[in-house]
């Protein structure tokens, strides 16, 4: 069967448990699953387009650190100077304008000026590791690597499997698959490298 929403996996860690009478502490499982997940694995690289057409635009739910933002004028194509909050309140500019620094602060991307038009820009950011639920069934990390948490959430069932001979089993495939994964996403990294450098922050 498929593993690509939440009831899918917990069906799958029924299935491949043999023991429907734990399914009500699935979900326990694989929140402590998440737990590790958040730790030990690698954060994705994502590339997306965002419309920047105020002094401050809502970034992505998942965007857990930003890396660059470039974007195109009619002129000339350029990134902007990714800085901290504290010191874009230093480089702020009144009217409107095509900005040139910005700054990440509580899920928003702040910039130095108003835009004087809506310019659609190519963000790159860390990817956080969106938590399963009924009102958010999948995620990207449950999309592309579902054995990751396939194996992840049996690795938790383990306290209530003290005899169970497969437990061995089942924490060697996870380590492989967060390998694996780590691996692929380090590559991806590499290849979605920023070329911005960040801008000094500035004190006094």
């Known amino acids: ?18 023991r429907s009478d734990l399914s009500a502490r699935i979900p326990e499982f694989i929140v402590l699953a998440e737990a590790d997940l958040g730790r030990n694995l690698r954060k994705q690289v994502v590339r997306e387009a965002l419309t920047l ?62 835009p004087d038009t809506s310019y659609v820009a190519e963000i790159i950011y860390f990817e956080a590791l969106v938590p399963l639920s009924a009102e958010a069934p999948t995620n990207a990390t449950l999309t592309g690597s579902p054995d990751i948490y396939l194996f992840a959430t049996l690795k938790e069932a383990e ?11 089942w924490a060697q495939k996870y380590r492989q698959a967060m390998e694996d994964e780590n691996n692929a996403r380090e590559r991806a990294e590499l290849a979605a490298a920023p070329t911005v450098m960040r801008l000094p922050v500035v004190f006094g």
């Open 53 to 114: 057409d105020s002094v401050a635009v809502t970034l992505p739910a998942a965007c857990a650190e930003l890396r660059s933002v470039r974007f195109d004028t009619s002129t000339r194509k350029y990134p902007l100077y990714n800085t901290t909050a504290e010191n874009l309140a230093t480089l702020r500019r009144v009217g409107t304008g095509v900005p040139n620094y910005c700054a990440q602060a509580d899920g928003v991307l702040l910039l130095d000026i108003t």
């Open 159 to 169: 306290l209530y499997l003290e005899h169970d001979e497969r437990n061995p089993l």
């Open 1 to 18: 069967m498929a593993i690509g929403t939440y009831t899918e996996l917990q069906t799958a860690v029924v299935n491949w448990l043999g």
